[in-house]
């Protein structure tokens, strides 16, 4: 199996149109068309990790955070980013992140994290804002289907528990083929009148690219008429952060002990709150930016890391804060990776790196 294959798969669940700006999700080190050995998943990829593949003959690493974040100017060794690539590039081990765009869907990062929890009715904690647009065609009447499931095929016309969702219209086109043209019905400079079906689908902007080619691969013009209109609606099957709920209440001194167990931490940094807990949002890696989403979606309390000694004031009593650590946030993205590439390719040569990645010690 080519890398190529691994990477399309894993990109058709968290395009890379879904990482953010400052992101470099996707191939970073290698060849697509490369033949792969054994790959090796990873939270970071380090000197060790690569150090691993070099032993076990891998020549894939699959990491959630990307080793190259900035472009490099120069590869000369003199860091841990330019010795992983220069180790890398020598030894022909190709090098793939899966960062934001992972965390920006549902079933990504932050689901596996509310699973983890027993979280129970999840959602996007904030929805990708003006996320979506709108594409209205006109196709004659004996390919209204077959383009019309295309664009179902492609990505269109799904939200939430429902499909195939469009609105048709009936009416007629007018056009003249002028010299060269190779028209689908007309004659050379004659007006022609089609019957003709006015479809409209939604779709999430970033599945733009592949709804457009379904389009022109399966229109009969030879110049297919078709409009692009962006929307205000928000996207929420796409977006940053989860929120659900647990099966039951419980007291703040349950709660924590419940994340201490489940999310496998050595020490959670937390603002008290003399409420008991049931709604709960949660955000892999660094959330802060998230706190303000949580207060106002009613959770009782916020699972995430890296918050400053300030931002915990930021609480204000209305929900309470869970700071379980960065690396202990995302550990479970390994086991997540694993999981949907077995389940897709079930015969290919993929582990869980034995390296512990996490550059924090705890001393008690």
């Known amino acids: 199996m080519k890398i190529k294959e691994v990477v399309n798969y894993l990109e058709s669940l968290a395009p890379l149109a879904l990482q953010e700006s400052y992101d470099n999700s996707g191939l970073i080190v290698g060849n697509p068309d490369q033949e792969i050995t054994q790959a090796i998943i990873s939270l970071d990829c380090t000197e060790a990790v690569v150090d691993e593949a070099i032993q076990s003959g891998a020549n894939l690493i699959i990491s959630h955070h990307p080793i190259v974040f900035g472009g490099l100017k120069k590869i000369t060794g003199k860091n841990y980013v330019e010795r992983v690539v220069l180790k890398a590039i020598k030894n022909d081990i190709a090098l793939y992140a899966i960062h934001t765009n992972l965390d920006n869907i549902l079933g990504g990062v932050n689901s596996k994290i509310a699973d983890k929890m027993g979280l129970k009715n999840q959602s996007i904690l904030r929805p990708l804002q003006k996320g979506m647009e709108k594409l209205i065609t006109f196709v004659p009447r004996l390919h209204v289907e077959e383009v019309r499931n295309a664009l179902f095929e492609a990505g269109a016309g799904s939200f939430g528990d429902y499909d195939q969702c469009s609105y048709n219209s009936a009416g007629y086109g007018t056009f003249r083929a ?187």
């Open 178 to 364: 002028l010299e060269g043209a190779d028209p689908y019905v007309g004659e050379i400079g004659e007006q022609h009148r089609e019957e003709e079906t006015k479809i409209e689908v939604l779709y999430p902007k970033y599945k733009r690219r592949n709804v457009i080619l379904s389009l022109l691969e399966t229109h009969p013009y030879e110049v297919p008429a078709y409009d692009i209109i962006a929307l205000e609606n928000s996207q929420y099957e796409a977006g940053s952060g989860v929120i659900g709920e647990l099966p039951l209440a419980v007291s703040q001194e349950d709660f924590l002990s419940l994340v201490k167990t489940n999310l496998q931490t050595q020490m959670i940094r937390f603002t008290p709150f003399d409420k008991h807990i049931k709604r709960v949002a949660v955000c892999g890696g660094s959330g802060s930016f998230l706190l303000k989403d949580a207060i106002a979606s009613g959770a009782d309390a916020f699972i995430s890391a890296d918050f400053k000694y300030h931002e915990f004031f930021d609480a204000e009593n209305k929900l309470l804060i869970a700071d379980i650590g960065h690396f202990e946030s995302e550990q479970f993205t390994q086991q997540l990776l694993l999981e949907v590439i077995q389940k897709k390719f079930t015969t290919f040569a993929v582990r869980l790196t034995g390296i512990v990645t996490n550059p924090i010690n705890y001393y008690s």
